[in-house]
């Protein structure tokens, strides 16, 4: 057998029950004995960047896992597991219940359309930079910290954190304006300069 590799998968819902869709897709993906789950990011409600206006908000997350699949066989399996939860591809980057990318397996670069490693729009999405960073604060992306990445990424104002109730989202923003008004935020060891 191969030996493991490390993946990261960042999860997205925002049709239908999100939360229990994203902790149901994340049984399912490590429900193999080639995938062991390594860790769980906190889930985050997020402004959707892209897309038709108006789509609700997301629930994201991300997850590390070790696997002996190999990067086509994890992506068809990262395709089953949306398909279970009745992924339908209508628009690009539209509403969905649940949508896994591969965003990274291993140090793999690849520049295959149909998986191009690292995730090629990753770098700039705080609704994956950002729970990356709180499942592995020290984790780096083509070289640079993802924590500083998500801080700098034009989508971090729009994240909230998620309380766990399925409804309009919590009060506090993560990066969000804060009641002062400023663009300022902090939300653990991740902290957004204020603007000079
Ligand atoms: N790293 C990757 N992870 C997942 N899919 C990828 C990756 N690289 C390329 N793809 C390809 O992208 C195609 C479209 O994926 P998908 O429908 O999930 O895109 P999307 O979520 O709407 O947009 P985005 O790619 O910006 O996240 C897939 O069929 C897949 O083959
Ligand atoms: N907030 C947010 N926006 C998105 C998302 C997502 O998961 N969250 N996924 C997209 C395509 O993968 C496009 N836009």
């Not at 997205?12 to 999100?18: H, K, T, V």
């Not at 994340?26 to 429900?31: E, G, I, Q, R, S």
């Not at 990066?175 to 300069?193: D, H, P, Q, W």
Request: net charge negative; hydrophobic share 40%.
């Amino acid at each position: 057998m191969s030996e493991p590799t490390k993946a990261i998968l960042a999860l997205g819902s925002n049709l239908g029950e999100r939360n229990d869709t994203l902790s149901t897709a994340v049984a399912d993906l490590v429900d193999r004995p080639e995938v062991r789950l390594l860790g769980v990011s906190p889930v985050v409600q997020t402004k959707a960047v892209g897309g038709p206006a108006g789509q609700p908000d997301f629930l994201n997350m991300v997850i590390a896992v070790e696997t002996t699949l190999g990067p086509y066989e994890l992506l068809q399996h990262c395709h089953d597991v949306e398909q279970k939860h009745h992924r339908v591809r209508e628009v690009r980057w539209g509403p969905r219940t649940l949508d896994v990318d591969i965003i990274t397996y291993g140090g793999l670069r690849s520049d295959d359309p149909e998986l191009i490693l690292p995730h090629p729009r990753a770098a700039e999405r705080a609704f994956v930079l950002y729970p990356w960073a709180q499942l592995d604060p020290a984790a780096q992306l083509n070289g640079e910290s993802v924590a500083e990445l998500a801080v700098r990424a034009e989508d971090f104002a729009g994240l909230r954190p998620f309380d766990g109730f399925d409804g309009d989202g919590a009060a506090n923003g993560v990066g969000a304006a804060n009641g002062s008004g400023k663009a300022g935020a902090e939300a653990g060891s991740i902290t957004r300069a204020e603007p000079a």
